[in-house]
């Protein structure tokens, strides 16, 4: 069966790879990086490529078969899930917490269902980028290889500067 996962990955933690790892025997996945056009920005402060290269470099050496495919946003809700249907394969099933996601796809007749949240308040990526702004302790929350990439790239620093020039 194949599973659409959809997110921004913002960074890809562990969360998003225990949800990959952990229903890597029932599903192939589609991943979808949403968001695709945005880098360098409060939100979305990875840039597409750097995003695909946390992915890839965090499923190296798992069982997890994947295909990523890259979807911008059109900001237009009406629209979104035909957008998303033109450019990825077709999928049995659509794996989301997410509300919006949720409703958008069964309203077109998807079945959705529900990922397992592992400690959500940590494994997100609004919490990380957080911790990284203010020099707390991040790198445990995300896979070995993110870590290195986000150093490898100054991400740290970048982060900083998008989060204090944004608080001015």
């Known amino acids: 069966m194949k599973a659409l996962?959809?997110?921004?990955?913002?960074?890809?933690?562990?969360?998003?790879l225990k949800v990959l790892t952990g229903?890597?025997?029932?599903y192939d996945f589609?991943?979808?990086?949403?968001?695709?056009?945005y880098g360098n920005t409060y939100d979305n402060p990875f840039t597409l490529d750097e995003r695909i290269e946390m992915?890839?470099?965090s499923l190296r050496d798992s069982?997890?078969?994947?295909?990523?495919?890259?979807?911008?946003?059109?900001?237009?809700?009406?629209?979104?899930?035909?957008?998303?249907?033109?450019?990825?394969p077709s999928f049995d099933i659509v794996l989301s917490n997410n509300p919006v996601t949720r409703k958008l796809f069964e309203e077109k007749g998807?079945?959705?269902?529900?990922?397992?949240?592992?400690?959500r308040s940590l494994y997100s990526?609004?919490?990380?980028?957080?911790?990284?702004?203010?020099?707390?302790?991040?790198?445990d929350l995300v896979p070995v290889a993110v870590v290195k990439i986000i150093h490898s790239i100054d991400g740290v620093r970048r982060i900083q500067n998008l989060y204090s020039s944004r608080s001015q």
């Open 5 to 16: 996962f959809i997110g921004r990955f913002q960074p890809f933690h562990l969360g998003h």
């Open 125 to 139: 990526g609004r919490e990380i980028r957080r911790r990284i702004s203010k020099n707390e302790r991040w790198e």
């Open 110 to 119: 998807f079945k959705v269902e529900n990922i397992p949240k592992y400690n």
């Open 30 to 37: 589609i991943i979808g990086i949403g968001s695709a056009q």
């Open 63 to 88: 069982n997890v078969k994947y295909a990523i495919y890259t979807i911008p946003d059109i900001h237009d809700y009406s629209r979104w899930v035909d957008h998303v249907c033109s450019i990825v």
């Open 23 to 26: 229903l890597s025997d029932r």
């Open 55 to 57: 992915i890839k470099e």
